[in-house]
């Protein structure tokens, strides 16, 4: 790989940290008391070995060759680069033809190829290779001859569209060279799928991009492989049912979403790679993807003469699944809602957000950083931030007064008194997330970074004496846009918008798409009521009185409010707007002009306000589009508890009570379950361990016949009959035995060296394992003293909502700029040496901020994972007898230590590294990081286990 040498170093220090804590857990392991006495965690250092590994799972006959494969991969990439389709096809091709190991037979070898084809897309760690594509089927043509048949269910997901749709690539390509024949699809069997589409998107979810019919009908009747899948949903297709060979009535996901958001969605990005070298891999028959483009070009087309405010429609889709207490902040497309503002902080993007601080205090902190929001666009849910250089919200107070609230302490000054929020503020979206949701950019309200970039052109690189001399603007103001300050006085925008002939800046732009023109001439018939007061020709206040009576217009006080020019109400006489607003109001209302005739706004044609106001002077439609939202779920960090929060894996039965504990069980003196029976080979003792619990001596497996009621060594050969046909008999390697709890416990207490223990020790009211083995006693002895829980997988996990983080200040994760230091951050993000504790620097990839919020009824990471590395360190000490591994004094000694990240749906776990807390309640991560877990951060969670409890623990 190539890296700089800092990033270099940085990999080799975690790879050889991880191999240290492989060689204590394998030290462990070996010791015998696991039921399996290797490290059930994999390494996997590329891609090729996470494919294998994963793909092992259902073909274990290709772990043989694993080694040969990882070669051929690494030689097919050479030759045509990291990640290519074209390795993926020559992969599959090869183990497809057992070059590399037999399979049961050819169906078998197909299947495993395609799969691994799949995997190598999908970089091997989600589980759509084995779960989204289900089988394979070969079906017969009209004629008689095979074709392929490909069955797709909902994880496809996980392999994202284009994953998705090369899938089906490598599966028509192995078709091909196995030499089978194109499907033949007849019109009810094209209509089917377009019909199944049409009733997933409208009765089911939104597809993230929804086909045309004539579209699915071009795709379908093409495409060389039939897509089908297996019935997922509640429904029936509305349509085209009883098809000889499509299987089920009901809605197929995996269809709707290989043919929607997979191939028709996706053709572009296809297209371009077949149109270079698809001839080359006999894919000359997926020329089709070209007609196919041309017609999904017309039909984009003949959408867009239709005008182009009809593409922005609102969108209920976020409020259709509406959950109790998850309060919507504003209707689709409403006015005041999150006003969308593009750009990304160093915590958003990668599908999270960003919203004003001051806009968290009017919604009472119930949205705080790491809530997840369900939003109209671009996507479907988001996770916020904060980011305190967009708008913050405008509110009514209950005295009548109106305040644009700028920050934190304004908004904590007011927030009790909010009769009315008028506007939310910005929500900061990433333009990639638009491009990435293949949503069309909309237009966004008027804002300061526009207005920069018209004052830059408009200036031409002129400097500060030409403008000064050219147009006689202030020198210091001058100075201060040279610095990108653009926070200006509402004289300096206006004298900017008069001698520059500039739109008037954002800040004094108020919100005259959301007024009518009775509204309008409402207004200015109360401001030539009342009186502009000015100070040495500078205007200083507007003076409105507060009691306006008129049926028959709107209320102008109102139309102040819905604009949203912030004023104040003087006991309850007057209505004063103030310094910076009343110039900036003045001016665009043109009263500042003596020609100015109020009857030629009421004689004018247009309708629209801005126009208006725009035939005078140069302004800017403010509001944009509002995006609708609604509260998703709460942010959330807390340990992950099974049912019954378990301590151990070891099941407890009937007699553990309701409580599932040993204690319980150990008043009853047995527990009755289904145990593994060990004969120990040196006692002769039976014990339900792989070591003899007495004496330590190695033991034996043995098996058990159901039907010949016998234990015996091996598995049990003879056969019986049923219905007529032989069949092997039930054998096992466990039986149902009443074990003496008693016994057991205090065997191990002993070997522990404990002379009291936990009052409260909770097991499982069964094991579900394949072979019913259970965790050794003595682990959940250990895990209650230090009261951590375990998972199915034997770890402890913590789990948080993800969230995305590029750079970070040492003091808000709690680290010293010495410490981190000693992790490898030398520099800052300018490149300065790290000095201290308020520099930026950039994060590394594989680094992690956990959080550590005490004001969080849920305990921190910092607090769960310092007690773990105490479980794992008396584990190693008492049980296993080794040294300890962690020795941490204090919660902050965690930073520097090696986690597994891990998301649901994905078969792998990320190795990250830990370098702080923050009083996030989330899981700050890179981008990068998340992307490798195949997430983005849309409100989901992932989880975290501290890697010497995964190696030592972690069993399937
Ligand atoms: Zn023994
Ligand atoms: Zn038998």
């Known amino acids: ?20 804590c492989y060689e204590i857990a394998e030290g462990a392991r070996k010791k015998g008391y696991d039921p399996e006495e290797k490290v059930e965690i994999v390494l996997a250092k590329n891609l090729a070995e996470r494919a294998i590994g994963l793909i092992s799972t259902v073909a274990p006959e290709i772990n043989e060759s694993g080694e040969e494969i990882v070669k051929r991969i690494a030689e097919l990439e050479e030759e045509y680069g990291n990640q290519d389709w074209r390795v993926a096809l020559k992969i599959s091709e090869e183990i497809t033809k057992e070059q590399y190991c037999k399979f049961s037979d050819k169906k078998k070898a197909i299947e495993v190829g395609i799969r691994f084809g799949i995997a190598y897309i999908t970089v091997g760690v989600v589980a759509s290779p084995l779960e989204g594509f289900t089988k394979l089927e070969l079906k017969k043509r009209r004629d008689g001859k095979e074709y392929f048949s490909l069955y797709f269910s909902g994880p496809i997901r996980s392999a994202g569209g284009t994953g998705a749709s090369v899938s089906v690539v490598i599966a028509d390509y192995i078709r091909k060279v196995m030499g089978y024949d194109e499907y033949d699809p007849d019109e009810n069997e094209i209509k089917r799928v377009s019909t199944e589409l049409r009733d997933y998107h409208e009765r089911v979810t939104n597809l993230q991009y ?35 060979r499509i299987e089920t009535n009901i809605i197929r996901n995996g269809v709707c979403l290989v043919i929607g958001e997979g191939l028709c ?153 909010i009769e009315e929020v008028l506007f939310l503020g910005d929500v900061l979206v990433n333009y990639g997330d638009f491009f990435n949701r293949a949503h069309k950019l909309v237009k966004p309200g008027y804002c300061e970074e526009w207005w920069l970039l018209e004052f830059e052109k408009k200036i031409q690189k002129k400097g500060i004496v030409e403008l000064k001399e050219e147009y006689g603007i202030n020198t210091e103001l001058l100075k201060k846009l040279f610095k990108g300050d653009l926070d200006i006085s509402g004289e300096d925008a206006v004298d900017l918008s008069k001698k520059l002939k500039l739109n008037l800046h954002p800040k004094y732009t108020y919100h005259w798409t959301e007024i009518g023109k009775d509204g309008l001439i409402s207004l200015y018939k109360w401001i030539m009521n009342g009186s502009i007061n000015k100070e040495e020709n500078k205007i200083k206040k507007i003076i409105l009185p507060f009691n306006v009576v008129s049926v028959d217009e709107p209320d102008p006080k109102r139309v102040l409010e819905l604009l949203g020019v912030p004023h104040l109400v003087i006991s309850n006489e007057h209505v004063v707007i103030e310094d910076d607003d009343a110039s900036a109001l003045v001016y665009s209302l043109c009263l500042d002009n003596e020609k100015f005739d109020l009857d030629d706004v009421v004689k004018a044609k247009q309708e629209n306000v801005l126009e208006l106001l725009c035939k005078n002077i140069k302004l800017k439609d403010k509001s944009g589009i509002f995006i609708g939202s609604r509260m998703g779920r709460p942010e959330k960090a807390k ?100 074990i003496d709890i008693n016994n057991y416990f205090q065997t191990i207490a002993r ?177 990068l990081f998340h992307s490798i877990m195949r997430r983005d951060c849309d409100g989901d969670e992932a989880c975290v286990v501290l890697l010497m409890d995964a190696l030592l623990n972690f069993s399937r």
């Open 1 to 20: 790989m190539e890296a700089n040498k800092h990033i270099q170093k940085y990999f080799e220090e975690i790879e050889e940290e991880t191999n240290r």
């Open 639 to 738: 340990m992950r508890k099974l049912t019954g929060s378990p301590h151990v894996l070891f099941p407890v039965g009937d007699e553990g009570g309701r409580l599932r504990c040993f204690q319980s069980a150990m008043e009853k003196g047995k527990i009755r379950g289904e145990f593994p029976y060990y004969i120990c080979q040196n006692c002769k003792g039976e014990t339900i361990f792989p070591i003899c619990s007495r004496c330590d001596g190695k033991t034996k497996r043995i098996y058990h016949c159901l039907d010949c009621n016998l234990d015996m060594d091996n598995k049990c050969s003879k056969l019986k009959r049923i219905n007529g046909n032989e069949e092997e008999h039930n054998c096992r390697l466990y039986k149902t035995q009443e």
């Open 265 to 417: 969605q996706k053709a572009p990005k296809v297209w371009k790679q077949l149109d270079k070298w698809g001839k080359d891999f006999e894919l000359k028959h997926w020329d089709f993807l070209e007609g196919f483009l041309s017609l999904q070009k017309k039909i984009k087309a003949k959408g867009d003469v239709k005008g182009e405010k009809q593409n922005i429609t609102p969108d209920y889709t976020f409020i259709k699944d509406l959950v109790a207490g998850r309060p919507v902040l504003s209707h689709p497309l409403a006015k005041g809602g999150l006003r969308l503002r593009y750009g990304r902080t160093r915590m958003s993007g990668f599908s999270s957000t960003a919203l004003h601080p001051a806009t968290m205090f009017v919604l009472e902190n119930y949205i705080a950083a790491g809530t997840q929001l369900k939003v109209e666009r671009p996507g479907k849910a988001t996770v916020v931030g904060v980011c305190d250089s967009i708008e913050g919200p405008i509110v009514k107070l209950n005295s009548g007064n109106v305040v644009y609230l700028g920050n934190e302490e304004i908004a904590e000054k007011y927030v009790k008194d």
């Open 210 to 244: 929804f086909p045309s019919e004539e579209e699915i009908h071009f795709m379908v009747e093409k495409l060389p492989v039939q897509i089908d899948g297996d019935p997922s949903e509640k429904y029936e297709v509305s349509n085209y049912k009883d098809l000889d």
């Open 751 to 927: 070997k522990l060296k404990l002379t009291h223990y936990p009052e409260l020790i909770k097991g499982v009211r069964g094991t579900s394992n394949e072979d019913h083995s259970p965790e050794n006693l003595a682990k959940g002895i250990l895990r209650a003293m230090e009261d951590v829980y375990v998972n199915k997988d034997g770890t402890v996990r913590y789990d948080m909502t993800e969230m995305a983080i590029t750079h970070f200040k040492p003091k808000e994760i709690g680290t010293s700029a010495e410490k981190l230091k000693k992790l490898g951050y030398e520099k800052d993000v300018n490149g300065g040496e790290l000095l201290d504790d308020n520099q930026i620097i950039e994060l590394m990839p594989q680094d992690i901020i956990l959080p550590a919020c005490d004001e969080s009824p849920d305990e921190g990471a910092d607090e769960v994972l310092f007690r773990v590395s105490k479980f794992i360190d008396s584990l190693l000490e008492r049980f296993y007898g080794l040294d300890n591994y962690y020795s941490l004094e204090k919660k902050e000694d965690l930073v520097g230590h090696l986690i597994l990240g891990m998301s649901p749906h994905t078969s792998a776990g990320i190795l990250g590294r830990i370098i702080g807390f923050s009083k996030l309640q989330g899981f700050l991560a890179h981008p």
